[in-house]
T-cell receptor, first 110, second 112 residues
Framework: AQRVTQPEKLLSVFKGAPVELKCNYSYSGSPELFWYVQYSRQRLQLLLR??SRESIKGFTADLNKGETSFHLKKPFAQEEDSAMYYCALKYNNAGNMLTFGGGTRLMVKP | KAGVTQTPRYLIKTRGQQVTLSCSPI?????VSWYQQTPGQGLQFLFEYFSETQRNKGNFPGRFSGRQFSNSRSEMNVSTLELGDSALYLCASSLGGSETQYFGPGTRLLVL
């Protein structure tokens, strides 16, 4: 069965420091990977998806099939990046069914 | 466009009762998915409806059911409520293919 693991429940960094939120998955096929973000008192929203290969709000994520990872990175964290981040996987022919990781709370200190 | 709306936003029920939650997708969206979010289990997929048909189902007992109407609005029902059903229930809508899913604010259910 597919599984998504986010090993860190909490990640605390200072403003301007690099950030890496880890995500590992287990799935034997070709998955589609996503990062969702939830800011305080806001809805869960899509941050980026691996097939788009784009940078959103300075964040990037590269799918590494060899290591089955999809880590989220940002070179210089900002205080407004503080939020809950969820990695999610969708496998082939699964409609819109997403398997989420447990989430990582990112705190960016001034 | 208006976003995904869910009603009610908060609900308190007692064990053994049943509950119906409603989700109105973004106009034009035909897929509606439901998720349960708890501190212990995180976000878990319940089911997805597309054009009034259940397209996917998660690993939840039969007490959890849903349906979708011709206007794409969806309801989920939980019968014989248990304390462990206390959770935030989220719905998400999309056009129907592999497009972005947009989430609603959720319905917070407390079972006493």
């Amino acid at each position: 069965a597919q599984r998504v693991t986010q090993p860190e429940k909490l990640l605390s960094v200072f403003k301007g420091a690099p950030v890496e939120l880890k995500c590992n998955y287990s799935y034997s096929g070709s998955p589609e990977l996503f990062w969702y973000v939830q800011y305080s008192r806001q809805r869960l929203q899509l941050l980026l998806r691996h097939i788009s290969r784009e940078s959103i709000k300075g964040f990037t994520a590269d799918l590494n099939k060899g290591e089955t990872s999809f880590h989220l990175k940002k070179p210089f964290a900002q205080e407004e990046d503080s939020a809950m981040y969820y990695c999610a996987l969708k496998y082939n022919n699964a409609g819109n069914m997403l398997t989420f990781g447990g989430g990582t709370r990112l705190m960016v200190k001034p | 466009k208006a976003g995904v709306t869910q009603t009610p936003r908060y609900l308190i029920k007692t064990r053994g009762q049943q509950v119906t939650l409603s989700c109105s997708p973004i106009s034009g969206h035909r897929s509606v998915s439901w998720y349960q979010q708890t501190p212990g289990q995180g976000l878990q997929f319940l089911f997805e409806y597309f054009s009034e048909t259940q397209r996917n189902k998660g690993n939840f007992p039969g007490r959890f059911s849903g349906r979708q109407f011709s206007n794409s609005r969806s309801e989920m029902n939980v019968s014989t409520l248990e304390l462990g059903d206390s959770a935030l229930y989220l719905c998400a809508s999309s056009l129907g293919g592999s497009e972005t899913q947009y989430f609603g604010p959720g319905t917070r259910l407390l079972v006493l």
